[in-house]
């Protein structure tokens, strides 16, 4: 019997990285001899025992062998004979199929990981790359966490990332996992390379069909010199990872604030007139596909509808800025507010040459929002008052208050 660390602890430790979960694999065991140790088996699919002590997991070598549809599609082979060059022979990049003997500090590198850790090179390991339809997305995922430290997509793993894509694989994605991916890719710091890699290998329509009809699509250089709205929203998403890092709420939201501009007749570019009210049906087919979670399409949709009427907040009147906030939740749910204002500075300043530039209209709805939040019913003399009558009054003094608050 022989453990390894093994995956993304090898591979951060090599980047100087700090690591995340460390995974172990054991040769040469069986799951009677794990347990006789004290390990508790937790595996469905494949032999993985919990470590009594630590509480890390420790899975048999293995190999898989394609038998279905989907990234469940296969059937394992955990024998004690399996090993460890066969068992990283089965991950999917070179840079997680290294190995390290944790008792003499010895890697176990047989494809190559470390160098293309140094070239900066997202390889396949091996043609059973294409028998999982979750790598596509995996890819494109690592590419969002490892796009600034300098990696490129290797072009014969794109070149089967293309033709994963054109077999109709990655239909068999559950939506669960897709979000899942999706979700980590978007607190990573570049969440555009996600966007980019899965464009460029032909994925992103099949997976997320109302982003990729954004590329290609024109807008207004004069306030767009980046032209095409697919480039735009890939700058939208690396600023909102800069301006909210960590925050999916506001990574989904951004994602999503221009979904209608991929539904702008031709006739009509540059312009792309009331593209925040139509973005609302792609963006609620995106979530009911993916089963998004509610407080994420909330927050997406109150963006996708009111980031111009926040970018022109100081033109609006001061009852119509209460409208807006009555149409975002904000006096139930106050707490969105500070993420819309986050999501629209991130698309105002996601565009080429306006980076570094200021954004005080988040400043601006933040305030009127406390002023009309400080506001409450319990502080006014509604005594002869009764129904519709006490919302109006109280609507009044909101109207008063934001006005004293500009």
Known sequence: MKIYLVGGAVRDRLLQRPAGDRDWVVVGATPAHMEAQGYTAVGRDFPVFLHPKTGEEYALARTERKSGRGYRGFVVDADPAVTLEEDLQRRDFTINAIACDEADGTLVDPYGGARDIQQ???RHVGPAFVEDPLRVLRAARFMARFAPLGFTVAEETMALM?????????????????WQEL?????CERPSAFLRTLHEAHALGPILPELEA????????????????????????DMAARL????DLVGFAALTHDLGKGLTPPEEWPRHIMHEQ???KPLSELCARLKIPTEHQQLAEAVCREHLNVHRIDELRDATVLDLLGRCDALRRPERVARIALCCEAD??????????DYPQGETLKRLHQAALSVQARDLDLTHLKGPAVGEALARARVKAIAAAR
Do not use: W
Request: no cysteine; proline share 6%; aromatic share 4%.
């Open 120 to 122: 900066r090179v997202l």
């Open 162 to 178: 293309r033709e994963v894509a054109a077999s109709g694989e990655l239909d068999a994605l559950v939506p669960e996992r897709v």
């Open 183 to 187: 979700r980590k890719a978007l607190v």
């Open 214 to 237: 954004l590329y290609g699509v024109p807008q207004r250089a004069e306030f767009h010199p980046e032209v095409d709205t697919g480039i735009h929203q890939e700058m939208v998403s």
């Open 244 to 247: 909210a890092p960590g925050d």
């Open 278 to 280: 139509r973005g609302l």
């Open 348 to 357: 105002k300043r996601g565009r080429l040459g306006f980076e570094e530039g």
